[in-house]
């Protein structure tokens, strides 16, 4: 099946990098497009037709991928820090601290800014560096390639990422001995334009004259009923003032302006937030992210981790007061012998993979694109500032909508849940 590489069809490319960390010439690097998506260019002159590029290429060599005998376990952590620490119920760390147990090294995506990219530690106290849900592709620089050093000098290597990402590393090391090595997946519902959030950069630094220092897409507020998110997903730049959610999730940006040293911090609630509403249309994902070959059952890492999606309708006792729940899904049984043993850290049980996967659209099929996206990413692309896109493309939220999440959303229902099972 021809890639990239040859055909140069950008729905080809999943943006993994392999090729690039394969190259034994250095002959290609990724290159940005006008649509702020990263692409493999080669230099001809370099290039010495080794074909290893070709080879390591997911789509066009696809890894091995799991379907059956699946164990799936619904539930959050019970260290309330890390779990308040943590995008959904913090069972990435439950796995991790499991895992690595002794000479490991561990591997994730983590921000600054604007900027996202692969790094690795090796020490567990560091791992929160790697928490929170970063809605843009990372940058792999030289991850694979440590990886495979890692597992040579016989390490414990965990290594997480989205699904194309594994099938980049797992296409990467090829033959290599992948015994001590766990990878975990994040369910990915495809990764927006970068473009985006760099044009709210944009009308921050005119108002502000500042950047962007954290944006967090999925905040988790203190409140008077404790430390817990909202039941929507809010981005927030933030001011010096802590304030939290109650039941929402919340997209955060800290600005700080140095010359007052002082942060503004801005929160947006999902509804609310033109971010939510353009890339859940569809609009501005990648375009492999709209024929994504991982949206399935079949997977490739030995564990997928997603938010716990429905948790109130046939779970509700895995709510936990809004604080957040997981799913993970071990596909492999070196998946299922880590997440069994990582259960004693959490609370929660075992769960029907038919029920999970009702909820978990990325599981069973790739996003389809949207008609109007070539007329989006045009004015994106183009002079039209973040407020005229928002106003012209972004869906404000119905009155039936807005009852249904403020007024009788997920913790009213598992409220009265509770209160008829008399829990």
Known sequence: MAGYLDDKKKENCYGCEACVQICPKDALDMQEDDEGFRYPV???EVCVRCGLCNKVCPHENMPVRYENDKYVFGGYIKDENTRFESTSGGAFSAIVDT???????????????????????????????????????????KSYQQTKEFLKMGKKVLFSGTPCQIAGLKSFLGSTNQDNLL?????????????????????????????IECLDYRYKGKTLFGNFKWDFQVMKAKTSNNWGRWDFEVMRTTVMIKKENKKIVIEKDRWFNPFWSIWLKHLMSRPSCYECPFA????????SLGDLWGVHLYCPELYGENGGASLAVA?????????????????????????????????????????????????????????????????????????????????????????????
Not at 107 to 130: M, N, P
């Open 42 to 44: 080669l230099n001809e």
């Open 99 to 141: 895992f690595c147990d002794d000479n490991y090294v561990i591997f994730g995506a983590e921000a600054k800014g604007l900027s996202v990219w692969h790094s690795y530690i090796t020490d567990k106290k560091d791992l929160s560096k790697f928490r929170k849900s970063k809605y843009s592709q990372s940058k792999m620089g």
């Open 183 to 211: 990878t975990v997946e994040v369910i990915c519902e495809g990764v927006p334009s970068p473009l985006y959030v760099r044009k709210c950069e944009q009308s921050l630094i005119k108002k502000f004259g500042a950047y």
């Open 296 to 303: 399935t059952t079949e997977r490739t890492a030995d564990i």
């Open 331 to 423: 596909n492999t049984e070196k998946g299922k012998t880590i997440l069994k043993a990582a259960e004693t850290q959490m609370y929660g049980h075992e769960l029907k993979f038919e029920d999970a996967l009702k909820y978990q659209s990325p599981m069973r099929k790739h996003i389809d694109m949207n008609p109007e996206r070539a007329r989006f990413m045009k004015d994106l692309k183009g002079d039209m500032s973040v407020e005229k896109i928002n106003k012209k493309w972004a869906t404000k939220p119905t009155l039936k909508l807005l009852y249904q999440k403020y007024v009788w959303g997920n913790r009213q229902k598992v409220w009265l849940w509770n209160l008829l099972h008399k829990k």
